[in-house]
């Protein structure tokens, strides 16, 4: 299994750009979920999702969408990204009756 | 909305010392979890507790969970250079499980 995925690894983007981090993972778990990773603020959830076709908002949403189509896939959109947006992405996911949180490797985004 | 917070913020330590991080959430849990990232790295789960007063071992960690579930610590015994890195509790509310982490202890060793 190669557990969950990320990609881009880097990405740099200019202010008002869009994009799609992709995020898949293959243990066929129904939680999904979205954290940005800021100096001294600890890991802050964008969006989550209970399983496919579910998704509900985190506590920094705005800026940000998502969408569940499959189990596997749960990418995250910026519409029109802002220097504010620089940061560090997780992706994570967990399986039903568990409440362990297995991470990706993370997507570093820089907005200039 | 809760709240977790983590002491200290950072920890230098000589290596052979002992290292303790406490977590404390605005409310109650229904459990607590820890986290440990290495430099560089992404969260790995160390372990997750339930119980009221819970106490855990994993060989030199031990993790405690508060009486009132409303905070939680990681102590490290005798650390040595592999515990580097920076060690977060989470926890959900009871009724909604959006977890919640806390700012982090970024723990280096002074070898």
């Known amino acids: 299994n190669a557990g969950v995925t990320q990609t881009p690894k880097f990405q740099v983007l200019k202010t008002g750009q869009s994009m799609t981090l992709q995020c898949a993972q293959d243990?066929?778990?129904?939680?999904m979920s979205w954290y940005r990773q800021d100096p001294g603020m600890g890991l802050r959830l964008i969006h989550y999702s209970v399983g496919a076709g579910i998704t509900d908002q985190g506590e920094v949403p705005n800026g940000y969408n998502v969408s569940r189509s499959t189990t596997e896939d749960f990418p995250l959109r910026l519409l029109s990204a802002a220097p504010s947006q620089t940061s560090v992405y997780f992706c994570a996911s967990t399986g039903a009756g568990s409440y362990e949180q297995y991470f990706g490797p993370g997507t570093r985004l820089t907005v200039t | 909305g809760q709240q977790v917070m983590q002491i200290p913020q950072y920890q230098h330590v000589q290596e052979g010392e002992d290292f303790t991080t406490y977590c404390n959430s605005s409310?109650?849990?229904?459990?607590i979890q820890w986290y440990k990232q290495r430099p560089g790295g992404h969260p790995v789960f160390l372990i997750q507790?339930?119980?009221?007063?819970e106490v855990k071992k994993q060989k030199r960690l031990t993790f405690q969970f508060g009486e009132a579930k409303k905070n939680s610590s990681l102590h490290i015994t005798a650390t040595q250079t592999t515990d580097v890195g920076t060690y977060f509790c989470?926890?959900?509310?009871?009724?909604?499980?959006?977890?919640?982490f806390g700012t982090g202890t970024r723990l280096t060793i002074i070898p």
């Open positions: 409310t109650t849990l229904s459990n």
């Open positions: 989470a926890g959900p509310n009871f009724g909604n499980e959006k977890l919640t």
């Open positions: 507790l339930v119980k009221s007063g």
């Open positions: 243990m066929n778990h129904e939680y």
